[in-house]
């Protein structure tokens, strides 16, 4: 028998929930713990059902486990402020991924086990409690996309908790067996997602509940992903070992192919769902829960009960949303100056719950290559203003400071609301003139002529000063004229999957040989994409309204011949920083390809001489290790528990 000790494994969820007719939302009651018999109930298994959403917090949002899709990859570094647990992800020689709790590398398994017994217990009861299929389905869903996210991250895992294969178990056992990454797609992954497409309702029972839709996201996602599993281009290494070969008979052209059906299927029937108009509305804060969002882990500044944490401080854990702190740096540390001949230093950009803005962390920073080469074309394409904040304006009076103007770069007054620092798109014309050391401004802002903002280039950024996050950034309506609460954790939701993406995933398996479709190929989907990222509506770096439409020029840009490389660019494009990139690079077995090197400046003010940095990414790190607690849980011997490890760690 292949039995498995997790904590908290008995049906368990730290927070259980229930479900209310009358509401169109998901009303959250807590309880400790989810007694097995409580399952045999009506309101047990509609309580576990909910709490299923309500774990996505634990994981989505947390910032170690953001930290380990992100750093390390062409997308980000470690920045000054990053303690081991960011230092290590960056593979660069500042430390070792280990299996002690490493980086945010436990943060799934540690969630994702009692979720999937808490789903086997709602498939088990459902019936004698009179649960419907398409909230039976749900639960499916739930298992399906726990195992994928698991079998992603650490190859073959368990598949019987101590009761059987995908049975709901009620007893704490201590020993367990991996299964094949084979057999965790076959007999859990698949067969869970066609059952829940084909008995989820087209639209939510709920806002933010799973449906149809979604679960073809997740499907053809599972397909794509494992027809790269049984191709292995680049001869990684699996674990447990096994052939790879697929049970039911089928190659990988075979998985390639349904991956771009059934992606298409849902491109074509999209239901409530469908692409925003632009990049701008998709991310901008007071816009959340719109029609592209398919998944997310939900937060809301109303009620501290429904948004999982506390409104007025963010503790950095638990069900905090907190990841986007972690690549914002301390912007507070800027200065502008009471007198113009420089002297009297002064905070200018105070902290403020804003989207621009927020909590600053400084554990995590885009790589210049991203910033120059992802985004080389910052004129039409709007993804990059929609991703980062490049303009930091002074907010002191929203502190109490009632002085009319400081005096910025060049002697020149700034006014509340005007650029204090700017991190410029390209390099200027004119070069800039870098102070000694940390500067007027405080944080190494250099000067160019006429401009009363400090600057930095792309070619300047460093461990401790960057371009922050925007999209996932806070957004509150309760700052009343103040700096708000900007110590909170984020109150809005964190995306987990948008339906854009099945632009993307059908767009790779036609690359990958998929017969496609009339108007659907490659370049097709990719272009629309594209297009919409020519749409703008508005321009954040110069605060103001841009209805323009370069969507023209964007398409016209494509190249002829659409293939992985540029795919993963423009993945990241459209998706930068969000938590996956990790998974899209070790996919497609790009990852020691794409982010080998990197370039960044040091951690000291005012350093702008960008260093090349080397990471060593051995074929074992394609997998995470599995969490030290779980192997020190288990009754099993010391080679029994070498063998349970991933190799490497």
Same mark, same amino acid.
């Given at each position: 028998?292949?039995?498995?000790?997790?904590?908290?494994?008995?049906?368990?969820?730290?927070?259980?929930?229930?479900?209310?007719?009358?509401?169109?939302?998901?009303?959250?009651?807590?309880?400790?713990?989810?007694?097995?018999?409580?399952?045999?109930?009506?309101?047990?298994?509609?309580?576990?059902?909910?709490?299923?959403?309500?774990?996505?917090?634990?994981?989505?949002?947390?910032?170690?486990?953001?930290?380990?899709?992100?750093?390390?990859?062409?997308?980000?570094?470690?920045?000054?402020?990053?303690?081991?647990?960011?230092?290590?992800?960056?593979?660069?020689?500042?430390?070792?991924?280990?299996?002690?709790?490493?980086?945010?590398?436990?943060?799934?398994?540690?969630?994702?086990?009692?979720?999937?017994?808490?789903?086997?217990?709602?498939?088990?009861?459902?019936?004698?409690?009179?649960?419907?299929?398409?909230?039976?389905?749900?639960?499916?869903?739930?298992?399906?996309?726990?195992?994928?996210?698991?079998?992603?991250?650490?190859?073959?895992?368990?598949?019987?908790?101590?009761?059987?294969?995908?049975?709901?178990?009620?007893?704490?056992?201590?020993?367990?067996?991996?299964?094949?990454?084979?057999?965790?797609?076959?007999?859990?992954?698949?067969?869970?997602?066609?059952?829940?497409?084909?008995?989820?309702?087209?639209?939510?029972?709920?806002?933010?509940?799973?449906?149809?839709?979604?679960?073809?996201?997740?499907?053809?996602?599972?397909?794509?992903?494992?027809?790269?599993?049984?191709?292995?281009?680049?001869?990684?290494?699996?674990?447990?070992?096994?052939?790879?070969?697929?049970?039911?008979?089928?190659?990988?052209?075979?998985?390639?192919?349904?991956?771009?059906?059934?992606?298409?299927?849902?491109?074509?029937?999209?239901?409530?769902?469908?692409?925003?108009?632009?990049?701008?509305?998709?991310?901008?804060?007071?816009?959340?829960?719109?029609?592209?969002?398919?998944?997310?882990?939900?937060?809301?500044?109303?009620?501290?009960?429904?948004?999982?944490?506390?409104?007025?401080?963010?503790?950095?854990?638990?069900?905090?949303?907190?990841?986007?702190?972690?690549?914002?740096?301390?912007?507070?540390?800027?200065?502008?100056?009471?007198?113009?001949?420089?002297?009297?230093?002064?905070?200018?950009?105070?902290?403020?719950?804003?989207?621009?803005?927020?909590?600053?962390?400084?554990?995590?920073?885009?790589?210049?290559?991203?910033?120059?080469?992802?985004?080389?074309?910052?004129?039409?394409?709007?993804?990059?203003?929609?991703?980062?904040?490049?303009?930091?304006?002074?907010?002191?009076?929203?502190?109490?400071?009632? /002085?009319?103007?400081? %005096?910025? =770069?060049?002697?020149? !007054?700034?006014?509340? #609301?005007?650029? &204090? +620092?700017?991190?410029?798109? $390209?390099?200027?014309? /004119?070069?800039?003139? %870098?102070? =000694?050391?940390?500067? !007027?401004?405080?944080? #190494?802002?250099? &000067? +160019?002529?006429?401009?009363? $903002?400090?600057?930095?280039?792309?070619?300047?950024?460093?461990?401790?000063?960057? !371009?922050?996050?925007?999209?996932?950034?806070?957004?509150?309506?309760?700052?009343?004229?103040?700096?708000?609460?900007?110590?909170?954790?984020?109150?809005?939701?964190?995306?987990?999957?948008?339906?854009?993406?099945?632009?993307?995933?059908?767009?790779?398996?036609?690359?990958?040989?998929?017969?496609?479709?009339?108007?659907?190929?490659?370049?097709?989907?990719?272009?629309?994409?594209?297009?919409?990222?020519?749409?703008?509506?508005?321009?954040?770096?110069?605060?103001?309204?841009?209805?323009?439409?370069?969507?023209?020029?964007?398409?016209?840009?494509?190249?002829?011949?659409?293939?992985?490389?540029?795919?993963?660019?423009?993945?990241?494009?459209?998706?930068?920083?969000?938590?996956?990139?990790?998974?899209?690079?070790?996919?497609?077995?790009?990852?020691?390809?794409?982010?080998?090197?990197?370039?960044?400046?040091?951690?000291?003010?005012?350093?702008?001489?960008?260093?090349?940095?080397?990471?060593?990414?051995?074929?074992?790190?394609?997998?995470?290790?599995?969490?030290?607690?779980?192997?020190?849980?288990?009754?099993?011997?010391?080679?029994?528990?070498?063998?349970?490890?991933?190799?490497?760690?």
């Amino acid at each position: 028998m292949k039995q498995v000790h997790i904590k908290t494994i008995i049906g368990t969820a730290l927070l259980a929930l229930f479900l209310v007719a009358c509401s169109d939302i998901l009303d959250e009651q807590p309880r400790s713990i989810l007694e097995p018999g409580f399952f045999k109930t009506e309101q047990g298994v509609n309580g576990g059902l909910t709490s299923l959403y309500a774990h996505l917090r634990y994981i989505y949002g947390n910032a170690y486990y953001y930290n380990s899709g992100v750093t390390g990859t062409d997308e980000a570094t470690y920045a000054q402020s990053a303690d081991a647990n960011f230092k290590v992800m960056d593979v660069s020689g500042q430390g070792n991924i280990t299996s002690s709790a490493t980086g945010g590398t436990n943060t799934l398994w540690d969630n994702a086990f009692p979720a999937i017994n808490t789903a086997s217990g709602i498939i088990e009861n459902a019936t004698e409690v009179g649960l419907t299929a398409s909230l039976i389905a749900e639960a499916r869903f739930f298992r399906a996309f726990e195992y994928f996210q698991l079998v992603q991250t650490y190859g073959g895992v368990p598949l019987d908790m101590g009761a059987g294969e995908l049975k709901f178990n009620t007893s704490p056992v201590r020993i367990s067996v991996r299964n094949t990454v084979p057999e965790v797609y076959t007999k859990a992954i698949f067969p869970d997602l066609l059952t829940a497409v084909n008995d989820l309702p087209d639209v939510g029972r709920l806002t933010g509940t799973v449906t149809k839709t979604v679960a073809r996201l997740f499907l053809s996602k599972a397909y794509l992903t494992y027809a790269w599993w049984l191709e292995n281009p680049n001869s990684i290494p699996t674990y447990p070992d096994c052939a790879r070969t697929d049970p039911d008979g089928h190659n990988a052209q075979w998985y390639f192919q349904q991956a771009y059906d059934v992606a298409t299927t849902a491109i074509d029937n999209p239901g409530t769902y469908g692409l925003m108009p632009t990049f701008y509305e998709l991310h901008v804060g007071g816009n959340e829960r719109n029609k592209e969002m398919l998944l997310y882990a939900d937060h809301t500044q109303t009620s501290e009960k429904y948004n999982g944490a506390s409104l007025t401080y963010g503790s950095g854990g638990g069900a905090d949303n907190f990841a986007a702190w972690m690549m914002t740096w301390n912007y507070t540390e800027i200065r502008s100056a009471k007198n113009a001949d420089g002297t009297g230093s002064s905070s200018s950009v105070l902290r403020e719950a804003c989207q621009d803005l927020g909590r600053p962390w400084t554990r995590m920073a885009p790589t210049i290559d991203a910033i120059v080469n992802t985004f080389a074309n910052k004129t039409d394409d709007s993804r990059y203003d929609g991703t980062f904040t490049v303009v930091y304006r002074g907010n002191w009076p929203k502190g109490g400071d009632q /002085t009319a103007f400081y %005096y910025g =770069a060049n002697g020149l !007054p700034v006014y509340p #609301g005007d650029p &204090i +620092l700017t991190f410029l798109p $390209d390099e200027p014309a /004119t070069p800039i003139t %870098y102070p =000694a050391g940390a500067g !007027p401004s405080n944080v #190494g802002g250099g &000067i +160019l002529p006429g401009r009363a $903002d400090y600057v930095i280039s792309p070619s300047g950024i460093s461990r401790v000063t960057y !371009p922050g996050t925007w999209k996932m950034s806070t957004y509150r309506t309760d700052n009343a004229g103040g700096l708000g609460q900007p110590n909170a954790s984020i109150c809005r939701p964190f995306n987990i999957a948008k339906f854009s993406e099945f632009y993307f995933i059908a767009a790779e398996a036609a690359v990958k040989g998929a017969t496609t479709t009339a108007g659907k190929s490659a370049k097709d989907l990719i272009n629309i994409i594209r297009a919409r990222a020519g749409m703008w509506k508005f321009d954040r770096a110069q605060n103001a309204a841009k209805v323009e439409d370069h969507s023209t020029a964007l398409i016209a840009a494509t190249p002829a011949t659409i293939d992985i490389d540029y795919i993963l660019v423009e993945r990241s494009r459209e998706y930068y920083g969000e938590g996956f990139r990790w998974f899209d690079l070790v996919r497609t077995q790009k990852w020691d390809e794409v982010a080998a090197t990197y370039r960044i400046a040091s951690s000291v003010k005012g350093d702008h001489n960008a260093q090349t940095i080397t990471r060593t990414i051995q074929h074992y790190h394609y997998l995470r290790p599995i969490p030290q607690g779980q192997l020190d849980g288990m009754e099993m011997t010391a080679d029994e528990k070498a063998a349970f490890q991933n190799p490497g760690y």
